[in-house]
């Protein structure tokens, strides 16, 4: 099977702008502060970038409080910069997506400033209004931690709009067919500047109906398929990408027949990748892929370990969760909503053989996986930073003032660096990675080089074996000529391995390990959280 579509075996990287680089040292990162390190993303072998909000807002929610739609935030750059960076982008021949935020705005919107005074501006019509705060009861609230009703009352209206995120973020109402054009122009507005499509923000909750939860209404998919329509007719190279949240069946509807999301998050993967490591047993890895159904041939999965958001638990179940936050959030300060606001490296420990065999986990199963910035250096986070910026603070480039990352006053940076214990930058930076054959940077590099060779890793096809060892996650991925066995020892002691009497050679292991494999045994020892991939000669 060859791949045409570009999205479908690459390697995305997700960028918060103001935490990236800050190219005029004003202490917020910039778009032209990432411009200045595309040499350094296309290094690890990065396909295409994804860019957090990068509009105007006052930022109550990182920037997915849009108030102008149509514009950058100041901070970051001007427009100009922007087509700067997207045409930059692709002459280091990757690609570039943005952020669409569909279902909301902020209060501090034109349109919502105009919606609440003036009944009759045709922007009254862009919200959701209602006299009372009971209607759609059904509906489940979604930053539990802060919100208490998807209902607040407005003042200046004299009634209350509905909202699924914060109260600050007053969701459009898509039965008008205004904002369904306006969210439209707003893609041609960006596309036309040369980008590649879009990640789509909380697509599951753009229409409310009385007796149902809200949330992937038929309304809404016949919706998303029309943004679908106008990229397939007038952007055929462009893609889009679904923020569901949801469980496999609720969440494969978003590919619908290929016409609707190219590729979707797998959520409910993720999180059991930690908890089998936590376990040492793959079988929630195993059961989850099982219960994934197939998807078009023109779409994909988005896989990932962690992103700017808390490390979600939504998708498991009431015990799993409870004992992924006993295991992974101890500290009260490290919980938010049904989440984790920790980083990869902590959770790991800061054990770069586990972290590494995460990755390895994750780039052995279909999909195209996404890395979030920083997580390549294993950064750490800051619990005691409100919300989750935490796990937003600056890149650590180097251990020079700020972590290189802004020559700006430290105390006028847009978050602190994190400066003390075992994750501060003077430790993990890139530029200490950069020459030592055996770091996170240089191992994850060579993932991605090994994910490229043997393209058939982000195919559909694959199959669990040896199942009787949960302890080792065994997977084996093929394609008409080639075959390949990726072991993972989940557990804190070696691991028998037995491939039988195959003939093979070793492609790739844990670099940290050394492992000792002759390809003339039956069986091997895998250590404590080692991996070995394996090429069968058939
Ligand atoms: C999902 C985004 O990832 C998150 O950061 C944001 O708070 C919500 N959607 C609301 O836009
Ligand atoms: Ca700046």
Not at 89 to 94: A, E, L, R
Not at 100 to 120: G, M, P, R, Y
Not at 171 to 195: C, H, S, T
Not at 529 to 534: E, L, M
Request: proline share 5%; net charge negative; aromatic share 12%.
């Amino acid at each position: 099977m060859g791949f045409s579509k570009w999205y479908q075996n690459a390697i995305f990287y997700e960028i918060n702008t103001r935490t990236f680089y800050d190219s005029n040292n004003d202490g917020i990162g910039d778009l032209k502060g990432i411009t200045l390190k595309l040499d350094y993303i296309k290094s690890l072998g990065v396909d295409c970038i994804w860019l957090l909000p990068i509009y105007p807002s006052p930022l109550k929610d990182g920037g997915y409080d849009i108030s102008d739609f149509y514009d950058i935030h100041p901070d970051l750059g001007t427009i100009d910069d922007f087509k700067k960076l997207v045409d930059e982008t692709h002459k280091h021949g990757m690609h570039i997506i943005a952020d669409l935020v569909v279902n909301h705005t902020s209060d501090q919107c034109e349109w919502f400033l105009e919606a609440q005074t003036d009944k009759i501006s045709p922007y009254h019509d862009y919200y959701v209004w209602s006299e009372t705060d009971q209607k759609y009861q059904d509906a489940r609230i979604i930053f539990v931690d802060t919100e208490k009703s998807n209902w607040s009352w407005n003042e200046k209206a004299g009634k209350y709009y509905w909202h699924r995120f914060y109260t600050c973020q007053p969701d459009l109402n898509y039965d008008n067919p205004a904002v369904q054009e306006e969210m439209k122009n707003i893609m041609r507005f960006w596309l036309d500047m040369g980008i590649d499509g879009f990640r789509a923000d909380a697509v599951p909750y753009l229409y409310q109906r009385e007796g149902t939860n809200c949330e992937n209404l038929p309304e809404t998919h016949a919706y998303l398929k029309e943004l679908r329509q106008l990229i397939d007719q007038e952007y055929p190279e462009c893609i889009l990408l679904a923020e569901a949240n949801q469980w496999p069946h609720d969440l494969r509807p978003y590919l619908g027949d290929g016409d609707e999301f190219h590729m979707a998050f797998h959520f409910p993967l993720m999180p059991r990748i930690y908890m089998s490591v936590a376990l040492g047993d793959g079988t929630s890895i195993m059961e989850i892929m099982e219960k994934t159904p197939a998807i078009p041939e023109n779409c994909q999965w988005c896989t990932f370990l962690r992103n700017h958001d808390e490390l979600t638990l939504e998708m498991v179940t009431d015990a799993e969760r409870k004992f992924m936050w006993e295991k992974y959030a101890p500290d009260d300060r490290m919980r938010l909503n049904l989440g984790i606001r920790r980083r990869l490296a902590p959770l790991m420990d800061g054990n770069i053989n586990k972290i590494e065999l995460l990755y390895a986990i994750l780039f052995s199963l279909p999909g195209t996986p996404i890395i979030y910035y920083g997580d390549e250096i294993g950064m750490g986070d800051n619990i005691w930073l409100n919300d989750r910026d935490g796990v937003r603070t600056p890149m650590q480039w180097s251990d020079d003032i700020n972590a290189g990352f802004s020559a700006a006053d430290s105390n006028r940076l847009f978050l602190p660096v994190i400066d003390k214990g075992d994750f501060s930058f003077h430790h993990i930076n890139v530029a200490s990675q950069a020459d030592k054959q055996d770091s996170l940077i240089n191992r994850l590099k060579q993932l991605i080089k090994i994910r490229k060779e043997f393209n058939f890793l982000s195919s559909q096809s694959y199959e669990f074996i040896n199942r009787e060892n949960v302890g080792v996650l065994s997977i084996l991925r093929w394609n008409e000529t080639h075959s390949l066995l990726c072991f993972h020892n989940l557990t804190a002691k070696a691991q028998e391995v037995n491939i039988g009497e195959e003939d093979y050679v070793l492609i790739h292991s844990s670099p940290g390990m050394k492992l000792n494999i002759n390809p003339l045994d039956e069986l091997f020892s895998l250590p404590a959280y080692a991996y070995a991939w394996i090429k069968l000669r058939r």
